[in-house]
Nanobody
Framework: QVQLVESGGGLVQAGGSLRLSCAAS????????MGWFRQAPEKEREYIASIGGSGSSTYYADSVKGRFTISRDNAKNTVYLQMNSLKPEDTAVYYC?????????????????WGQGTQVTVSS
């Protein structure tokens, strides 16, 4: 069983930055892609970004491209989401997820383990 624990959420003003972290348990972290998703109130959960097992491949949703950066430290079993130029519409609960394979994907069905989520609130 894999456990994922997110941290780093909070309240920030528009234009500000936050860095989310997701610590994973287990000894095979580098073999699997990781992803970040978010869910705003009364909206479906949406894909944000993903990264391959080695960290060399990254992908982003158009809504965050150029503002968010996903990265990972396999020695620390941790994946990060650096969020810059935050907007009020970025307000959501952010979830990290472990993929079923080492290849990054943008569909929730390609992920099998999820964290509990961390709240990000961007004020205008």
């Amino acid at each position: 069983q894999v456990q994922l624990v997110e941290s780093g959420g909070g309240l920030v003003q528009a234009g500000g930055s936050l860095r989310l972290s997701c610590a994973a348990s287990g000894r095979t972290f580098s073999l699997y892609a990781m992803g970040w998703f978010r869910q705003a109130p009364e909206k479906e959960r949406e894909y944000i970004a993903s990264i391959g097992g080695s960290g060399s491949s990254t992908y982003y949703a158009d809504s965050v491209k150029g503002r968010f950066t996903i990265s990972r430290d396999n020695a620390k079993n941790t994946v990060y989401l650096q969020m810059n130029s935050l907007k009020p519409e970025d307000t959501a609960v952010y979830y990290c997820a472990k993929a079923k394979t080492m290849w990054p994907r943008n569909s929730m069905r390609d992920y099998e383990y999820w964290g509990q989520g961390t709240q990000v609130t961007v004020s205008s």
